[in-house]
């Protein structure tokens, strides 16, 4: 049977890890390409993820500027009432994949 479905997948590095009791949080960049003209620009866009207690752990174990493959649901969410609502697209973490460990330097 068919079944309607927000996706999202993030290939990235880390930047920074906010642990909480229950919650992680992980900001995760995301490379884009584009043409400027006869140059090429690389535009980085963060993206906030949740990660619950089930993969949390994966990516507290992770570090700063690993590469990660991160997979999930999306999900919108409100609170407020009346004319003060306000919405925020959440991308809740399925699965978090490290992909290749930052080489340490010096």
């Given at each position: 049977m068919p079944q309607n479905i927000a996706e999202f997948r993030i290939i990235g590095r880390i930047g920074k890890i906010t642990a909480r009791e229950k919650v992680t949080y992980v900001s995760v960049a995301a490379n884009y390409n584009r043409r400027d003209g006869d140059d090429w620009k690389t535009d980085t866009l963060w993206n906030s993820v949740v990660c619950f207690s089930?993969?949390?752990?994966?990516?507290?174990?992770?570090?700063?500027?690993?590469?990660?493959?991160?997979?999930?649901?999306?999900?919108?969410?409100?609170?407020?009432?009346?004319?003060?609502?306000?919405?925020?697209?959440?991308?809740?973490?399925?699965?978090?994949?490290?992909?290749?460990?930052?080489r340490q330097t010096g």
């Open positions: 089930n993969v949390g752990p994966q990516v507290e174990a992770a570090g700063k500027g690993d590469l990660v493959h991160v997979t999930g649901r999306v999900r919108e969410s409100n609170h407020g009432e009346g004319n003060e609502v306000s919405y925020r697209t959440e991308l809740i973490c399925g699965a978090a994949i490290r992909v290749r460990t930052r």
